[in-house]
């Protein structure tokens, strides 16, 4: 059996790393939401918040092996920015 090159196999695999990328957007937004939502009734203390970023964050630096794909770095990022301290300025 002859393997597929050329154009079709690009759009496939441009297709899968779409979808891909959609359930990585939706998972992420998804449990940002469940967070946020948790710590507004009071199940989640700001200590507790904070733990689950920074478990977030090492179970990520643990996973990414030898990623070159700038991947892992952007979800280390997203995460970092919910554990930077807030701008008590605009209080």
């Known amino acids: 059996m002859r393997q597929k090159t050329g154009p079709q196999t690009s759009a496939a695999e441009k297709t899968i790393k779409d979808i891909a990328g959609a359930v990585a957007l ?3 937004a998804t449990v940002a939401s469940l967070i946020a939502q ?3 009734m009071n199940v989640l203390t700001e200590h507790m918040e904070r733990e689950l970023y920074e478990h977030a964050l090492l179970m990520l630096e643990e996973s ?3 990623d070159d794909s ?4 952007a979800a280390r990022e997203l ?6 301290p807030e701008d008590s300025s605009d209080l």
């Not at 700038?70 to 770095?73: D, E, K, L, S, T």
């Open 79 to 84: 995460i970092e920015e919910h554990l930077r």
């Open 64 to 66: 990414q092996g030898d």
């Open 38 to 40: 948790l710590r507004r």
């Open 70 to 73: 700038g991947v892992f770095a």
């Open 26 to 28: 939706s998972t992420a």
